[in-house]
């Protein structure tokens, strides 16, 4: 199911053997490693045989249901008995004792920590090891990544993470070849792309839905090519994929570890219980059974599970017997050959296999392994841990980005010594398929959310040195990191302090920011020393309910200010004696009008939004420079949770989502309303219960409606477990169909009770529907799409068709018996239970324009502009320099469908700089089209003095990368001019570089 891992300490027979390692084969006369890993390292095989691939594994979660530092060192046994450190130590004294054994290693961030405790001559023999091909590293992220609720710019940065560790301490040994997602709970186009994109010869994988297992071991389609974009040439994002026969299990009956209970191999004839015979036959026709279902004689047997070979012994003397008596078999007429592979030799020799296979255009979402187990609750589930994981990403990329433009300053300042390498490995621990998934237990995900908070220190460190040193000024600097219940004690009560806004985009932005304070009057000064205009409005009891004692401020100061592309601005703000005068109309409770008997509206130039006179609900939409008028009716509902029982029901889980109906239940069938109007903004407020409320918000220049939600604690006191919506239902035409992204890049079309690829019997009509939405979902007609975009993964649907709704919350009373052995009810910050809040931001527009919203919009929602406040006296950085007030790294600004997805320091001497292209073939009249980008005229904080373009992954040389190639109805991407400084990017396409640069 799941699990996690460790590391550990050099063995007695290890140091021993290290000793002798100068001698072993495959080294060079003085020591040297003379590598002859990867495809040369592969066994034999008997063309005329059926060639069964032993893979010698573990699976080594980080963090499930212990702590990633518990299952390191094998802490809390009761728990689980898993110590991944006893696993490594293991392995390697088996590995140096017969180099015919084989083993593979996947999760970068236990080994990291079991190769820092070994001793250098430990080292050297793992070396050779990796060397020889015989400790193969498969994957290489720092943790085997969830595919469902994760960003891809997260997914990017933790492999990179991986690669980088196994580039520096391997070699070319140790880059992985083969991708290996064995547990995480369905898989995602863009994960495959980004995987062919990293260099990827092919991918495997342990789960999909069970009937469409079924199908493929019918049709002989359990392995296939994956086209994994719409927009990318082919076959540059194609990808070779297959799934594991047995999930990643041994066959039945044939696990010899310390944690099975399989009889082991007895080869003894002078004893009674002498079964070699037996196990031969039994081996022989498991091989066979399993043969029929894929194309070539070829098979893969994955020996392992999770956390095993903690004594590897176990193993590896009954896959000796095993391997020697099967093959003895052949003597005797017997055609199976068996030996110890990894699983990027089974793919060379599918790859030699010269065969045509079949093309997957679509996903492998969602995942049942049942007619009643729908994985899509984890598409939800700890919602806070989710935004704090996204937060988190939006943290280091400003960290990463401060880190290249202060260069040396950032990481030794009048601050301390600031890092992000922390941040680094917490978000790579955190993008586990059992971290931000939320399918850990409590304990765990407090973990995970306490190794994030120290990530953040010492980037706050670093942000602090960096900002300070680029606008030559050092003030205290408060980081206020929780301005979504208004809460920042540091200028609740003071008169005077700045803002220094920094925004990580290659393109400027207006950003409105809501500070709490005690004042009831206030002057904004721009960088330029110009008056701002600003609004003070109370802070809402909706927020007062939710901040506890962690808060004091009666109102929220709001003024909107513009802020350059990779730069910062800073504002001023001090305190009048005066009072001000706040502008508010106060609605007391549904069904009330204005003194002219209007309905209720808030609008701006760009959109208005009206209310329902009778329930105060939202009742339309208006889109008023394209003449567009949508219906819509916006409110929360709630799935009664199933109970279950282990032997005849299946409960709503951490993984699984299964209501007792298909019709959720309103919340309330009214809201109590009051609308507050300002020259900023105008906004309703709405209570809908005494745990469930909402702002609809609109900001004088944007062109979407916020929706800003606050859920719980959910009550369960009825001993019902409850599954909240927000549903948006609309009178448009879908014929069943909508649309969900792919990690928050690509777009995929969904059809309900329907899947591409395979025949569906749909058993669950509301879960069975439920994609992952990572950033946005949309309906649409002919002419109108609707469109909303999330602040982290929940997960979404159309159940009916002109409407969408997306799970917020979910509070549940039964574990849903898949491991995790717990359920999700979460206990909030006081034990009552767990209070969320987040936004949505949604859009109307015609469906040839939406994309140019939603695309822009996603963008700077993952990279949002940071506050930091200034408190206290000012000093210069430098003696007798003024301060900088605005800065901005770039010369220009990057055309709109370019992103800057990463720029972050390397090593001392270079920086990784990714650029993408963010829209689609098709998407856009405007910027759909191939977009060059000169890097010579880009920056302006430092001078570019080389480039080397490079793999996605920074693993390799762009032009060093050759993958296996496969036959399918395939196109061949087409050549492209190529130039050190002017970079073309095609829809979808993102390139790495690997640059040099020098600072003026």
Known sequence: MSAAGGGGCTSPLLSLLSLLCLLCP??????????????????????????????????????????????????????????????????????????SKRFIYVEIAFFYRWWKQQTEAAKKVVTQLVNEGRLEFVNGGWSMNDEATTHYSSIIDQMTLGFQFLNDTFGECGRPRVAWHIDPFGHSREQASLFAQMGFDGFFFGRLDYQDKSAREYSREMELVWRASASLPQPSADLFTGVLPNGYNPPLMLCWDVLCSDEPIKDDKDLDEYNVDNVVSYFLQTAHDQAKHYKTNHIIMTMGSDFQYQDANMWYKNLDKLIKYVNAAQTFGGDVNVF????????????????????????????????????TGFYTSRPALKRYERMSN???????????????????GPYGEGNSAVLKRAMGVAQHHDAVSGTEKQHVADDYAKRLAKGWDGCQVLISNALSYLSRSKQDFAFCNNLNISVCPYIEEISNFTVTLYNPLARSVRTYLRLPVNGTNYIVTDPEGSSVLNQLVPVSNFTVAVRQDRGFA????????????????????????????????????????????????????????????ITGLISAIENRHKNLSLPIAQSFYWYSANAGDRLSSQASGAYIFRPNNDMPAALAKEATVYKVETELFQEVYQNFTPWCSQVVRLYKKQKFVELEWTVGPIPVNDLIGKEIISRFDTPLNTAGIFYTDSN???????????????????????????????????????????????????????????????????????????????????????????????????????????????????????????????VGPEAPYYHSQPRITEFTALKEELPHNIHLLSLAQWDNETVVLRLEHQFEVGESQVYSKPQTVNLSRLFSAFEIQSVE??????????????????????????????????????????????ISVRHG
């Open 744 to 870: 928050g890049r690509e777009i995929l079309k969904r059809r309900r009770n329907y899947r591409p690829t395979w025949q569906l019997n749909q058993t669950e009509p509301v879960a069975g529907n439920y994609y992952p939405v990572n950033s946005r979902i949309y309906v649409k007609d002919e002419r109108n799409q609707l469109t909303v975009l999330t602040d982290r993964s929940q997960g979404g649907s159309s159940v009916t068709d002109g409407s969408l709704e997306l799970m917020v919350h979910r509070r549940l009373l039964h574990d849903d018996h898949r491991g995790l052995d717990e359920p999700l009810s979460e206990p909030g910050y006081d034990g009552t239970g767990l209070v969320v809040r987040g936004k949505h931001l949604v859009f109307l527009d015609t469906v040839d324009d939406s994309a140019e919203l939603h695309r822009m919009q996603a963008e700077a929602e993952i990279m949002a502009t940071l506050a930091i406040v200034g």
């Open 26 to 99: 495959g080294t060079l006369g003085d020591g040297e490693p003379n590598p002859s890993c990867g495809y040369k390292a592969c066994p034999a095989v008997n063309p005329k045989m059926l060639n069964v691939h032993l893979v010698p594994h573990t699976h080594d979660d980080v963090g499930w249901l212990k702590t990633v530092d518990q299952y390191y060192y094998g802490g809390r046994m009761e728990i689980q008995r898993a110590g991944v450190q006893y696993i490594l130590d293991s392995v390697i004294d088996q590995l140096q004792a017969d180099p």
């Open 394 to 412: 939006n943290f280091l990329q400003i960290c990463n980005q401060l880190e290249v433009l202060a260069s040396a300053p950032a990481r030794h």
């Open 949 to 994: 373009e490079m793999s996605l992954g920074f693993n390799q040389q762009r032009k060093d990368m050759s993958r296996l190639t496969w036959n399918s109805v395939q196109e061949t991407e087409g050549p492209r001019p190529y130039s050190v400084y002017s970079v073309t990017l095609r829809p979808m396409e993102i390139r790495t570089f690997r």
């Open 554 to 613: 009666v109102n929220e100061l709001v003024f909107e200010a513009w802020v350059p592309p990779l730069g910062f601005s800073t504002y001023r703000v001090s305190r009048k004696p005066a009072d001000s005068v706040i502008h508010r109309v106060v609605w007391p409770s549904a069904g009330y009008q204005d003194g002219d008997g209007e309905v209720m509206v808030i609008e701006n130039d760009y959109v208005r939004v009206l209310f329902d006179k």
């Open 340 to 375: 110890y592979s990894t699983p990027s030799c089974y793919l060379y020799e599918l790859n030699k296999a010269n065969l045509t296979w079949s093309v997957k255009t679509d996903d492998f979402f969602p995942y049942a392994d049942g007619p009643h187990q729908f994985w």
